[in-house]
């Protein structure tokens, strides 16, 4: 790596650590964080000549993904950006651009936490997995399962940065659904109605309800972001063309 290389990959690493602690502390972060490190990043790689239209467009995708999700309401909008000053950071690649590999990497922790879900879900909670009715959505309550994980409404009352995937209408019947909103708003109204529904006795603490954790996913592409760096391109060429072999 050339010495402006090394100065762009420091000051994503800086930038994405201090808004992975900002995502831990508040799962909010200011849009003026990005900034220095988009200047920077841009700056240097125009000096160096890193930028190509081709690889910069293919790299530009996943980000892009991830404004469309935000649009849709299905991320937060600091992911895209933190994926974005990855793109624009690491324009040239050979085979597999930096953004895609990031991207795949952040997503291993999401998937083991999915593992756990289903395997505690299907164990502990079978019987509770099984007669649960989704009265918005019976066919795809089973989804649910795999996105969140059962516990009490106790419990989910007393965390914070947790979101009910089953809303309960009552003890037998919840509505169902596969992700949380992003406004902070909106949860805490729906929060309120399940605490109302304790207090009347609709509902009891130890009644079951499905819930998932708002995931720090700007953590993940730092460690994505840590791995590229230190996992050479062709050891991943190597591993895919041995599994396309298997």
Known sequence: MS??????????????TYASVLDLRKREVPEYTW???YVAAIVLNLISGNYELLHLLISLLPPVLLFVMTFLGLMGGADALALLLVALANPKFRLIPPSFLVLIYSLLPPLILMIYYVTINITKYRAFTLSMKCVNWP?????IFILGRVTRIGTYLRKVYVYPLSIPVNRDTYLCRTHFSLSEEEEEVIRNTIIEKVKKGILSEND???ITHGLPHILFFLIGYTLYLIIP?????????HLLHA
Request: aromatic fraction near 6%; glycine fraction near 6%.
């Open 208 to 210: 079951y309800i499905v």
């Open 3 to 16: 010495t402006p290389d090394i100065i762009v990959s420091i000051l994503v690493l800086v930038t994405l």
């Open 35 to 37: 900034v220095p490190a």
């Open 139 to 143: 066919r795809g309550k089973f989804l």
């Open 233 to 241: 391109e062709k050891v991943i060429m190597g591993l895919l063309l």
